[in-house]
């Protein structure tokens, strides 16, 4: 049933393009604290290579995996298929965010379409492919990308944003500090 890979194969990233839809999971080093996993949609994610891949991080309500990669790096990412034959697919690797203004962010920043909100990218080190069956998936019809998000920071604007992350995405709701949190600390 599952299988592991030292790295994408064409096909995994083949199967990786035609999702809509996958998630982020990343957790504190302390037993205490919060598992977080997160959805994402749009067209975010960018192979970079057999062994690296990115996406570009919308503002949300908090930012716990840029906490969670300040703090030990560990990220999995995982892909499902809800239309067409079933299969789950899982990144492992350690991760760490790359903030606008930066050079990284100069380099990796062209490889997106720039979507309102975009607050920072996600880079991750792949260390592991694993695959599974998915045959409990169900199926789901893709009806395209709700566009509220985007709406909401168009209306905020560029100091609403950063407003809105100076109040809600410096710390996680364990208390650790973000990559965000730690710029807006030196200004």
């Known amino acids: 049933m599952g ?3 030292p790295a994408m194969l064409p096909e995994h990233e083949a199967f990786i393009a035609r999702q809509h839809m ?3 999971g990343s957790a504190p080093l302390s037993g205490e604290g919060h598992v977080n996993l997160s959805p994402k949609g749009h067209d975010v994610l960018r192979i970079l290579s057999p062994n690296g891949a990115a996406y570009l991080d919308l503002t949300g309500s908090g930012n716990e995996t840029s906490a969670h990669l300040e ?3 560990r990220i999995t990412l995982m892909f499902m298929a809800v239309e067409g034959p079933p299969m789950i697919l899982r990144l492992y690797g350690k991760g760490y965010v790359v903030l606008p203004g930066t050079e990284a962010w ?3 920043a062209p490889r ?3 979507l309102p909100g975009a607050r920072q990218i996600v880079v991750i080190d792949v260390h592991e492919v694993k695959t599974s069956c998915g045959f409990s998936v169900p199926f789901y019809n893709y009806e ?3 566009p509220t998000l985007q709406k909401w920071a168009e209306k905020q604007g560029e100091d609403g944003l ?3 992350h100076r109040q809600k995405n410096r710390i996680s709701m364990d208390g650790l500090v973000t990559t965000i949190g730690q710029r807006l600390g030196s200004e």
């Open 3 to 5: 299988k592991s890979f």
């Open 22 to 24: 996958f998630f982020v």
């Open 71 to 73: 703090e030990n790096g």
């Open 106 to 108: 100069a380099e990796l």
């Open 112 to 114: 997106f379409t720039m």
């Open 144 to 146: 395209g990308e709700r």
């Open 162 to 164: 950063t407003a809105y």
